[in-house]
């Protein structure tokens, strides 16, 4: 939208210095200072960004459009009016008060010359009346383009907290599930698992004190196997149960290409060597997608880049490391909110640490943390 805003404007500028020309003879001396008049105020406008003070730009843009009309011209010319026009409802168009207020008075000072100079009181009257009608047209604009952008604001901002509440659900029922699972698991096995075992103890004695038969002995010795395979069963099953929760970095993969359908973002995700094999506890699984999960809302809110940077790998075969990077512009202020100190806080939890760099361009959060063995 800025971009066809701004190849609009450059459009109507250049429209107008090429029809000064064409629809008015210059002499053969007025033409170069026509020519130096016009590109003097296209270069001024065109740098508008870089000016600490953009009243000043204005100022000097509103003075050669002076210099041109009085000197160069005649000041009942109307196509440089037009320009003068264009600069009121540009300086109008800015975000404070005090800014379009010296904007305005930029412009209007130094081409208010030009009034004094036209044949006709009419003619000034004209042109002083279209001004006032322009300066209110400006200050329409502007309040359209302030509530326009409040609204832009505020629903971004309820965007990202629909979204945050949204992943929060989503981790909150995984957490849940999970904690359903263990549950399960240790009733199993501390039911079930005593049960038999206490079967076994009691087939073993039965065994001991049945010898002299042989037909019950037989028979005592196949239960004591169906029990003892019962029990191998049920202790695979406990692990097979447990073991859903243990499915290792490709369970975090799956939660980052979900965010970054979710956020529309591009994540460049790198797991070098050993990653996708390491298995990683419940905890862990959910330290990893936090992080990352801040770590792209962080780009959303402060990033310059629609583009973050993943990657996670393994530290010495004894930790693990993920470093999430994402573009910004200039130096960075941020101060450790709720968010940042959640993921510090889960971090150290699995005894690691969080470590930020600010470099020139680029904003680097990483998280490292030990890898347990199976235990």
């Not at 500028?13 to 064409?22: A, D, F, G, R």
């Not at 033409?31 to 406008?45: E, K, N, Q, R, T």
């Not at 009309?69 to 003068?84: A, G």
Request: with cysteine; net charge positive; glycine share 6%.
């Amino acid at each position: 939208m800025r971009s066809m805003l701004l190849w609009a404007k450059l459009a109507f500028i250049c429209t107008c210095l090429v029809l000064i020309p064409i629809y008015q003879t210059l002499s053969q001396a007025a033409l170069p200072a026509y020519f130096v008049i016009a590109g003097a105020f296209l270069a001024i406008y065109f740098t508008l960004p870089l000016w600490k003070m953009r009243w000043a730009a204005y100022a000097l843009a509103s003075s050669l459009l002076a210099v041109l009309q009085i000197f160069v011209l005649e000041p009942s010319e109307f196509l440089p009016w037009l320009l003068f026009y264009f600069l009121i409802i540009d300086g109008m168009v800015s975000k404070s008060q005090k800014s379009r207020t010296l904007n305005l008075v930029a412009v209007l000072l130094p081409f208010s010359t030009v009034f004094f100079h036209l044949n006709q009181p009419e003619q000034g009257f004209f042109h002083a009346l279209l001004s006032v009608l322009l300066i209110g047209i400006g200050a329409i604009l502007q309040a359209y383009y302030s509530d326009n952008e409040k609204i832009d604001k505020e629903w971004k901002a309820l965007l990202v907290e629909y979204r945050l509440l949204k992943r929060q659900v989503a981790v909150s029922e995984e957490v849940a599930r999970v904690e359903e699972r263990n549950r399960i698991a240790r009733d199993i096995h501390d039911s079930v698992g005593h049960q038999l075992t206490a079967l076994m103890m009691q087939l073993a004695v039965a065994e001991q004190s049945a010898k002299e038969s042989e037909n019950v002995s037989g028979i005592l010795a196949q239960s004591k196997q169906l029990a003892r395979e019962s029990l191998d069963g049920m202790r695979k099953a406990v692990k097979a149960l447990r073991g859903e929760e243990e499915k290792g970095i490709a369970s975090v993969i799956h939660l980052i290409r979900k965010l970054e359908a979710e956020s529309r973002m591009r994540v460049q995700l790198t797991t070098k060597t050993g990653v996708l094999s390491v298995p990683l506890t419940n905890e862990q699984n959910i330290a990893i997608y936090r992080f990352v999960q801040e770590g792209l809302t962080n780009a959303m809110r402060h990033g310059s880049s629609r583009e973050i940077a993943v990657t996670v790998e393994i530290i010495g075969e004894h930790s693990l490391q993920i470093a999430v990077v994402n573009k910004i512009d200039g130096p960075l202020h941020l101060v450790e909110g709720f968010g940042m100190d959640n993921m510090r806080k889960r971090m150290e939890a699995l005894q690691g640490r969080v470590v930020r760099v600010v470099t020139d361009g680029d904003f680097t959060i990483k998280g490292i943390f030990p890898l347990k063995g199976d235990t």
